[in-house]
């Protein structure tokens, strides 16, 4: 087995606009299968709707295409039928945190073994370029001419305390933290949220005139740091990447099969 083998290759040349950071993402995702030796047949990704959903039609094993900020309902009915199976979860920041928002925080305060993976480009990509949940305020959008004046959820603060037993950030640029991240993920034994900064030069680079995907990439870079870096005194506004919540706590599969040997045994 070999990443070109975890490939849907028909498909290709993809659909993701020249600069886009999510295929890095799949890019590393798929090392990561490839290195840690997952059986395709082990694993199931499901998505929703967005340009980061359009992740689940590349990879070579199981998948499910679902409905627009549905993707972790209908990939907790999989996991509760076949717990044996690794459920991936890609998403988009509208995707999951604005329709998406209640099933996502509902995943996180259940704790099921799913690895839910943001793919944080901050504007609504596929469907014209409007503001999300995480655009925050000053974000120039379609559905924001004039800038936006929401402020955005704090994708870490909403998981940790939502209950996810695993939250971790980085970005497109640090190409190596991405592996590191996703490899404790998908191994962790609960709900796990990463989430990956990612440039959308089409939309939110040109109407914001950050430049192409080298310069977000210099964004990312420059504009983050690890947990609890020395920077921080300097620059508070600095974004930290890293892993936030790391902690083993009763996984929902598990707890709801002792409810059925209990049932059984009690009839």
Known sequence: MSVQDLIRQRFFPHLWCPGCGHGIVLNNLLRVIDAEGYDPYSLCMVSGIGCSSRVSGYVNFHTMHTMHGRALACATG??????????????????????GGNHFIHACRRNIDLTAIVLNNRIYGMTGGQYSPLSGPGVLATTAPYSSIDNMFDT???????????????????????????????????????????????????????????????????????????????????IQRGIFVEEERAEYCAEYARIIERAVKEQ
Not at 79 to 94: A, E, Q, Y
Not at 185 to 210: D, M, Q, W
Not at 214 to 223: C, F, G, I, T
């Open 78 to 99: 999989i996991k509760l039928t076949k717990p044996h199976l690794k459920v991936l979860v890609p998403m988009g920041d509208g995707d999951a945190m604005a329709i």
């Open 156 to 238: 870490v603060k909403l998981a940790s305390g939502a209950g996810a037993s695993f939250v971790a950030r980085t970005t497109a640029f640090h190409v190596r933290e991405i592996q590191s991240i996703l490899k404790k993920a998908i191994a962790h034994k609960g709900f796990s949220v990463v989430e990956i900064l990612v440039g959308c030069p089409t939309y939110f680079g040109r109407k914001n005139k950050l430049g192409g995907q080298v310069e977000l990439m210099e964004h990312y870079r420059d504009s983050t740091v690890p947990i609890g870096s020395k920077k921080l005194e300097e620059n508070p506004h600095l």
